[in-house]
């Protein structure tokens, strides 16, 4: 990626297109999950330290996706704000059923 994208508009199918192994984003699904859950329970019942451990193991499970599957660069480094929405936002298209348009839409099947 040689320019910076300016819009959200712009970064939404580059950051499908980084995921484009199906089993990266069940991965990131997956630790989302996880990282909300503990977050709630941290959050709502404690122990404290859930809450920084729901960051970690969100990010564990992105990160090493990218490292081990895809082989790239996770966009966070470069674009922190819009990755996390898009990562929320990839998950709950794909727990609802609706990722496939967008993934289609971004020049993926």
């Known amino acids: 990626m040689a320019d910076r ?3 959200y508009a712009e970064f939404w199918p580059y950051y ?3 995921h484009a192994n199906p089993w990266t984003r069940t991965i990131h699904a997956l630790g ?4 909300l859950a503990l977050l709630v329970v941290g959050l709502l019942a404690g122990p404290w330290w859930l809450i920084p451990a729901a960051v ?4 564990a499970f992105a990160w090493g996706s990218h ?6 660069r996770p966009a966070t480094f470069t674009y922190p704000a819009w990755s996390l929405y898009s990562d ?3 998950a709950w298209l794909m727990a609802t059923g609706r990722l496939g348009p967008e993934l289609a839409k971004a020049g993926l099947r």
């Open 5 to 7: 994208i300016t819009t």
């Open 67 to 72: 490292m081990l599957i895809e082989r790239n």
């Open 88 to 90: 929320l936002r990839m």
């Open 16 to 18: 499908l297109r980084e």
């Open 32 to 35: 989302t999950a996880l990282g």
């Open 56 to 59: 970690v193991v969100g990010y």
